[in-house]
């Protein structure tokens, strides 16, 4: 009977909501659209000197508009699209622009984390409300200060809630989730409990901040041995960090090590590492578009964020709650 | 006073600080294995008057990136004051709504440069006279031109351009493009003393992009032009295409020699080969776009914006 009524909102013409993409994830963008019965319309073309150009041929007035656009690689254009279709979007008289991005670039700086630098995260968020969006909702930012940043509504939803369905089809046995690095505990803490583990583990690492993106597995704390091991994190980027603690966990006896994370950017030697690891599987989202050789990679799995992203595209639209039904 | 430099451009933030009997404030720039970027100052700004040079022409959206972050940087660790000198301004050709539906992305930039409290803006030749009245903050808008007229009116540039450097501007006129480069071509005029002038008419398809010129507009008649040494001035050489067709048109029409004065060298696709294979004799830009090394042609000379910058950041 819902459904019948929902037909029925989505096939009036002048629907109260539109659906924009930018060129960052495109089939994701189509995904969602489907479930939402409606179409994604991409505005974005480029000028010959590399300028990026907004044309929303739709008509906005008084719609709530979702601008569809993950800031992963090229992190700087894909910013600046979504920044040029929320002032076209504005422009056209939108009665709401909602930002809606899967994976968030440089949400890892967060903070002065050394003197003199920039606040990265911030400024790309206070870019986005200055050119007119009024909301952001994000999948599994890296940390969830960074809402702060703006003072205009920003939520967050988890991959968990995708990736779950697919762990539990795992069948893992004698189960222990363990957290790559310290800063991960409190999530593996929130997939144990879910996966309803036997136990869990934290890999200690020390990072040097002067050092780009390197990283050394020094120990861990917890029981591994003869167990079924998940990895879980946010993000792997160059997965020098998860390919250690996989390889120690591992050396320490696990019957398996899978991982589980939420963003694959899968850059500079990750899938080499991946698949020289003792990782059995990577289970991955798609909030960044997957490249082909990521889709070739044996060990790797995608799962879609297509109907979590639309609940809650849905769920916005219609002023429902997003915490009490979507966040685990 | 702390001058910090980009990535876009370093050849002119170098040679101003030269000019300013000064160096570049230490600043580093890291690179993520996925791309992303993280700049950080190397040097204490707090309580100083902090400049940061960044041109934001291709790749505009990196530059101007980068240009955002610095500012936070310079803003968060207490700089007094911060001028933008962006010589050239990515986005400006997007001034306006051209079609219902379109992005002011010229806007969008100006608007997160007043955020994030950039206290000046110091740019060159903007495509539009309008460009400056979108500014909140106090912008000083430089023109190369005078810079062009001094090169025009020079020994060295006349005996390039005829036997009888003495009368040289008694055959010469300016040309514009387009209809739309009036107001610079009549200033260029004066600085002159008044040589005539004319323009090409361009004809643009909103839908495709492709330009065609066939015909001439202003107040010197066609039937005039044979015999004349023409000099075409526009603020950018984006594609090459207006310059060479216009640079055609007027070719056959009778004009023995054709030379182009453009401010900045944007070069997309492939304007040096267009350029340099085209009846255009010689091309004049300045160094406000850092020409690279795969983009010079023999054709090419670059005349240098250093000294109007730091006569500019002086006062």
Not at chain 1, 160 to 175: G, I, V
Request: glycine fraction near 6%; hydrophobic fraction near 40%; proline fraction near 5%.
């Amino acid at each position: 009977m819902a459904e019948q009524n929902n037909d029925k909102v989505y096939s009036e013409k002048a629907r109260d909501f539109i659906l924009l993409t930018g060129r960052a994830n495109q089939p994701l963008a189509e995904s969602i659209g489907k479930i939402l019965k409606t179409g994604v319309t991409c505005p974005i073309s480029i000028f010959s000197d590399g300028e990026i150009r907004v044309r929303i041929e739709p008509n906005l007035r008084r719609r709530k508009v979702f601008l569809i656009q993950s800031t992963s690689s090229p992190v700087n254009d894909h910013i600046m699209e979504l920044a040029l279709m929320a002032d076209a979007a504005r422009r056209a008289n939108a009665s709401e622009i909602t930002a809606v991005i899967p994976y968030y670039g440089y949400a890892r700086q967060d903070r002065k984390e050394m003197s003199r630098v920039p606040i990265s995260s911030s400024a790309v968020a206070s870019l986005l409300v200055n050119a007119g969006i009024n909301r952001i909702l994000t999948l599994d930012i890296h940390t969830e200060q960074t809402e702060g940043a703006i003072s205009e509504p920003w939520d967050n939803v988890y991959g968990s809630y995708s990736l779950l369905p697919a762990l539990k089809d795992r069948k893992m046995q004698n189960l222990v989730v363990a957290s790559p690095d310290k800063g991960g505990f409190l999530r593996a803490a929130g997939y144990a409990k879910l996966l309803q583990a036997e136990g869990m583990a934290i890999a200690y690492k020390d990072r040097d901040l002067s050092v780009n993106n390197i990283s050394e597995t020094v120990n861990i704390i917890g029981e591994v041995k003869d167990k079924d091991v998940l990895l879980v994190d946010d993000m792997i980027d160059t997965a020098g960090t998860i390919v250690h603690a996989a390889n120690f966990i591992k050396e320490r006896g696990a019957r398996s090590v899978r991982v589980a994370a939420t963003h694959g950017l899968f850059s500079g030697e990750a899938l080499k590492r991946i698949s020289d690891s003792a990782i059995e599987e990577m289970i991955i989202t798609d909030s960044i578009k997957p490249r082909q050789e990521v889709l070739n990679n044996k060990k790797i799995s995608i799962v879609t964020v297509a109907p979590l992203i639309a609940e809650a595209i849905r769920r916005i639209r219609t002023g429902e709650s997003i915490s009490q039904a979507l966040i685990l | 006073m702390q001058l910090f430099s980009g990535s876009s451009n370093k050849p002119l933030a170098e040679e101003i600080v030269k000019t300013l009997g000064t160096e570049l404030s230490p600043i580093e720039t890291m690179i993520f294995p996925d791309g992303e970027r993280r700049v950080k100052l190397n040097t204490s700004v707090l309580e100083e008057d902090t400049v940061v040079i960044q041109s934001t022409n291709t790749p505009v959206d990196q530059n101007y990136i980068e240009l955002f972050f610095i500012i936070d940087a310079l803003k968060r660790s207490g700089a007094k004051s911060v001028t933008a000198v962006i010589p050239y301004l990515g986005y400006q050709r997007q001034d306006h709504v051209f079609r219902d539906g379109e992005v002011v992305s010229l806007e969008v930039m100006i608007r997160f440069l007043e955020s994030l409290k950039v206290d000046k803006v110091i740019a060159f030749d903007l495509h539009s006279i309008k460009i400056p009245e979108l500014f909140q903050i106090p912008i000083t808008h430089l023109s190369a031109l005078p810079l062009f007229a001094e090169r025009i009116q020079s020994k060295a540039f006349n005996a390039l351009v005829t036997d009888n450097p003495e009368e040289f501007l008694k055959d010469t006129i300016l040309v514009s493009p387009d209809m739309g480069g009036l107001r610079r071509i009549e200033q260029m005029a004066e600085m002159l003393g008044n040589i005539p002038w004319i323009a090409t008419v361009k004809d643009r398809d909103l839908q495709s992009g492709d330009i065609s010129i066939k015909q001439f507009d202003g107040p010197l008649p066609p039937s005039e032009l044979p015999g004349k040494r023409a000099l075409i001035v526009d603020d950018m050489i984006s594609s090459g295409g207006t310059m060479v067709q216009s640079a055609q048109l007027l070719k056959d029409n009778g004009v023995v020699s054709c030379d182009v004065f453009a401010t900045h060298a944007i070069f997309s696709e492939e304007a040096p080969e267009l350029l340099q294979d085209s009846n255009i004799d010689r091309v004049y830009v300045t160094d406000t776009v850092a020409v690279p090394e795969e983009k010079l042609f023999p054709k090419l000379h670059i005349l240098s914006v250093v000294e109007m910058i730091a006569k500019a950041l002086k006062a």
